[in-house]
Structure formats: structure tokens, C-alpha cells
């Protein structure tokens, strides 16, 4: 009688409990990158019942700080702010108390082409009178285009949706070195073939900075202690709202409520923000019409090398570090060390449709592949300290960089699908941006909205 009636009340007692919903929360984020911590920042700021969703173990996303000893680091994602109007990101590096530093000034700029290596003048072309001229006219009529498209609302022009801008520079360069050229550089920022991406897609993108200028400038500082250091304090200050290593698999609406299932648990929330790349949310379950969406983004491609030295050696041999390139292995390589530990930091690029065989190289490939690309700009190659490199397209949570892009006619079909809020889900990410779409700054401004986005909703 007595065990009977213990469990009796072991049930009475426990039964409810173990019947009950799991806790709703007001909104769940999925991501903790640039994007997903701000969002969540700011609304448990404002007193919200929030928690963020993140798969790796680690906050940032794209922004990965690699440590290289004495409190530095290096970056195998996101590394630069821009010289101006980025001003979310200046007031978290203000607040996290890491210091910008710029390229070093010092020494000659090279070019590296099939014909051989050649000094350039700071700011200079490495082409023709002519073709210098042709590239100006080119980029006239390229910020001519950029006035006329609305960020907000790019599918209004419509006629620059079915060009690809691969076509448009055809049609607007005379000589083919300036065509080369700007094919070059479109592949180069984009990250992706020109011959996919829609003239309006990078009209838009390039419009989100506000001025063309501004993204001559966009690599300008760089942070030695590490922008990671910005996201540790993000994820510190949201405390128990973050739970890493929790792998979104699904999430599935009914009238009222959102379920988020990880491998393990599910979550109860009013709305949720998805704050990941957009080419990863047709994995979710999400409706058929926003999954097309996603699964027709075009994922960037980009290929980060790092070569840490002792001392920046070839500042002896009178060179910047600078070198640009548009046929050699690597688009561009910079100086980007530190000067308190005087460290010597190499960092190469290389981007767009000739980075995908290199992505998929083994480190030791890669760095055989850095090492010639040196070997053939200073003369010499020294072996370094430590080499890093990450394959951002190979990376599940991640998937391309620097961001994705919208292909041909994809606006006009689309219009604002995964940007505007679609029941009770929202989307923010910096491919969602209406500032600085593709940069770290694109991120923070998404988070802005859609967090406003979700208080307007909740109210
Ligand atoms: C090589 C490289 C260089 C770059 N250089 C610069 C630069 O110099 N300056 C600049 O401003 N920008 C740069 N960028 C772009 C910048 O990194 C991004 O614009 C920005 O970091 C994007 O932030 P986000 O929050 O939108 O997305 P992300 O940083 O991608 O964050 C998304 C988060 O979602 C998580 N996630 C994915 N799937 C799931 C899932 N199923 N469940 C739960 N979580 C999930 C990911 O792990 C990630 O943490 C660079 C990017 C790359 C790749």
C-alpha cells in the first residue's frame, strides 16, 4: 500500500512535469555569427525571452580568429573594417577595447603577370593609357547604374536583372584589357562567376555602401588582437541566452508557435530569426517557396593563405607586401603584421571561380601554391612560422564566402524572400543587409532590423 502510494505521488508530482511544453521562448535565433549574437543582443536587451542557436563550438561564423602567440592572432575569415561609414563595427571594436592598425605604407607595390613581375605606383593600373581610360568610362556608367537602383526595393529595374554582369561589362568596356580588368574585379569581390550573377544583384551590393569610394577602402584596418575578440564578449554578455554546438536540423511553424529541433532537443519559440547563410536554410524544412530561394544562391568562393614570419623580411628587400595579380595563383596578397610584436604577416587572397580547385587542395598543396606566388614577386621565398588557410566552402556551417549572392533574375522572382519576415520566421545575415551587404558591418545592420522586426511582431 505504501509503495502504491509513493507512486502514486511520484507520478501526481512528476507527471505534469514530464507532460509539459517545453519553455516557449518569445524568439530563438539560429546562428551566432555577426548577425544572430546581435540580434539576440539586442533583444534580451530589451527585456526578451531569447536564446541563440549555435552549431560549432565556437561564436563568429565567418570571423575566425586564429591565435599565433603573445595575445595575436590572424584571420581565416572576416579582417578588415573599412576606412569610413562602418559605424556598428567601430563602436564594437571601440567597446572591446582591440586597436585597428593599417598596411604598412612602406616600400613598392608589385604586379605579377605571365609577362613577369613589375613596381607599381600606389593606386596605379597595371595597363595601358587606353585601357585606363576605357576602365574610367566603365566606372562611370557603373555608378551611374548604382544611383538608379533601390537598395530596398532592387526588383524595380527589372532590365538589369536579366543581364549578367559578366554581358554588362561586355557590353560597356571597348578594350579587352579594361574587360579583363573589370571581369577580374567582379569575380574577385563577388566571389563568384559574373557570367552567373545578375547585373542588378551587383548593382545592389555595391549600392549597399553607400558610395562606390567606400569600397575602395573597405580593407583598411586590421585588428592584431583579434575580431574574435568582439564576439567573445557578445556571447558573454548573452550568458545562458547562447547555447554552442546546438546544430539547428529543423524548424516547423504551426498557427502560433515555432518548434527548433537540434540533433537532441527542440525548442519552443513565438518567432524565430534565422541569422545563417542563406544558402543553408533549405536544409531546415522551411516552406517550399523560401527553400528554392535558398537552394538557387549562388555560394561565393574565396581561398584565405597565411604566412606568419619572425619580421616582415621583404620590407629589407624594399617592398610593401603588396602584390596584385590577375592571372598568377593568387589575386592579391598584403602585409598585414603586427608592428607591437613585430611579427611579419603575408596574407593572400584568391577568389571567384580560380579559387575552387585551390579550395579543395590539402594545406601543404596550398602552401606550395603561396610559395611559388612569393617566390616569383620578391625573387625569394622564406619558409614561415606557421601557414594557415580554411576552406570556407567546404565548411558545413558556412558553405562559400565572402558572402552568397542572388543569380540571374532571382530579384525579380523572388523580390524580397528571405529578407522580409514570412510568418513567424525572420531572416537576418549579411546577405539580408541594406548597409554594407557581404561585410561584417551588413551583419549588425540586418540584426538591427530584424530584431525591430521581431518587436513590432510581438507587440
Ligand atoms: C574569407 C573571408 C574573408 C572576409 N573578409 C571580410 C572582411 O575583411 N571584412 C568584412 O567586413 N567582412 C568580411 N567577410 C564577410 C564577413 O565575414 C561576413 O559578412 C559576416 O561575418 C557574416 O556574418 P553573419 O552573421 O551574417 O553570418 P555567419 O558569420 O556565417 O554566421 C552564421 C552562423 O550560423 C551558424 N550556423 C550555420 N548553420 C547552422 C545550423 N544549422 N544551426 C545552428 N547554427 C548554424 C554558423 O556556424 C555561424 O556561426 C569575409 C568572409 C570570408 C569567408
Redesign the pocket.
Known amino acids: 500500500m505504501r509503495s502504491f502510494l509513493t507512486a502514486f505521488l511520484f507520478l501526481f508530482c512528476t507527471g505534469p512535469a514530464l507532460a509539459s511544453a517545453p519553455q516557449t521562448y518569445d524568439v530563438i535565433v539560429?546562428?551566432?555569427?555577426?548577425?544572430?549574437l546581435h540580434t539576440a543582443g539586442i533583444l534580451k536587451a530589451r527585456g526578451l525571452n531569447v536564446l541563440c542557436?549555435?552549431?560549432?563550438d565556437r561564436?563568429?561564423?565567418?570571423?575566425f580568429s586564429q591565435p599565433i602567440g603573445d595575445g595575436q592572432y590572424v584571420e581565416?575569415?572576416?579582417?578588415?573594417?573599412a576606412f569610413e561609414g562602418?559605424h556598428r563595427?567601430q563602436r564594437l571594436v571601440a567597446e572591446s577595447g582591440i586597436h585597428p592598425q593599417t598596411h604598412s605604407q612602406l616600400g613598392k607595390d608589385l604586379a605579377l603577370s605571365r609577362g613577369g613581375t613589375r613596381t607599381l605606383k600606389p593606386g596605379a593600373l597595371d595597363m595601358s593609357v587606353l585601357a585606363q581610360l576605357d576602365t574610367l568610362q566603365v566606372y562611370l556608367r557603373l555608378n551611374r547604374i548604382l544611383r538608379r537602383v533601390s537598395v530596398a526595393e532592387p526588383w524595380r529595374s527589372a532590365d538589369l536583372d536579366r543581364v549578367s554582369a559578366a554581358d554588362w561589362v561586355q557590353g560597356a568596356a571597348w578594350t579587352k584589357e579594361s574587360r579583363d580588368f573589370w571581369t577580374h574585379v567582379i569575380n574577385q569581390e563577388t566571389c563568384c562567376d559574373s557570367r552567373t550573377l545578375s547585373m542588378l544583384e551587383l548593382a545592389q551590393n555595391m549600392a549597399t555602401a553607400g558610395e562606390v569610394e567606400r569600397l575602395d577602402r573597405?580593407?583598411h584596418y586590421y585588428f592584431p588582437q583579434g575580431l574574435g575578440a568582439l564576439f567573445r564578449k557578445m556571447a558573454a554578455d548573452l550568458g545562458d541566452s547562447l547555447k554552442t554546438g546546438?546544430?539547428?536540423?529543423a524548424v516547423s511553424e504551426n498557427e502560433s508557435r515555432v518548434t527548433v529541433t537540434?540533433d537532441g532537443n527542440s525548442y519552443v519559440a513565438r518567432y524565430v530569426v534565422l541569422?545563417?547563410?542563406p544558402q543553408?536554410m533549405g536544409?531546415?524544412g522551411i516552406p517550399s517557396h523560401l527553400a528554392g530561394v535558398a537552394d538557387r544562391m549562388l555560394e561565393g568562393r574565396?581561398v584565405?593563405m597565411i604566412a606568419v614570419y619572425d619580421s616582415p623580411w621583404w620590407r629589407d628587400k624594399g617592398f610593401s607586401g603588396r602584390v596584385t595579380s590577375r592571372d598568377g595563383q593568387l589575386d592579391l596578397v598584403v602585409d598585414s603584421s603586427h608592428e607591437r610584436t613585430g611579427k611579419g604577416i603575408l596574407v593572400g587572397l584568391v577568389s571567384g571561380p580560380r579559387s575552387q580547385a585551390i579550395g579543395e587542395r590539402s594545406l601543404a598543396d596550398k602552401q606550395e601554391i603561396f610559395k611559388k606566388h612569393i617566390h616569383a614577386a620578391f625573387g625569394e621565398w622564406r619558409e614561415p612560422l606557421q601557414f594557415y588557410s580554411?576552406d570556407?566552402t567546404g565548411d558545413v556551417?558556412?558553405r562559400g564566402?565572402?558572402?552568397s549572392h542572388r543569380p540571374l533574375g532571382e530579384w525579380t522572382k523572388s523580390q524580397d524572400a528571405l529578407i522580409s519576415p514570412s510568418g513567424h520566421l525572420l531572416f537576418?545575415?549579411?546577405?539580408t543587409a541594406r548597409e554594407?551587404r557581404?561585410?561584417?558591418?551588413?551583419?549588425l545592420e540586418?540584426a538591427e532590423r530584424a530584431a525591430a522586426e521581431c518587436e513590432s511582431l510581438l507587440r
Do not use: C, D, N
Not at 539560429?30 to 544572430?36: C, S
Not at 561564436?59 to 570571423?63: A, D, I, S
Not at 537576418?428 to 546577405?431: F, K, L, N, S, V
Open positions: 539560429v546562428g551566432a555569427g555577426a548577425a544572430g542557436l549555435e552549431a560549432r561564436v563568429g561564423g565567418r570571423v581565416l575569415g572576416a579582417q578588415w573594417m562602418q563595427l573597405a580593407e546546438q546544430r539547428v536540423l537540434t541569422a545563417l547563410p543553408l536544409e531546415l574565396a584565405k580554411h570556407w556551417f558556412t564566402g565572402y558572402a537576418a545575415g549579411t546577405e554594407w557581404g561585410f561584417i558591418e551588413g551583419a540586418s
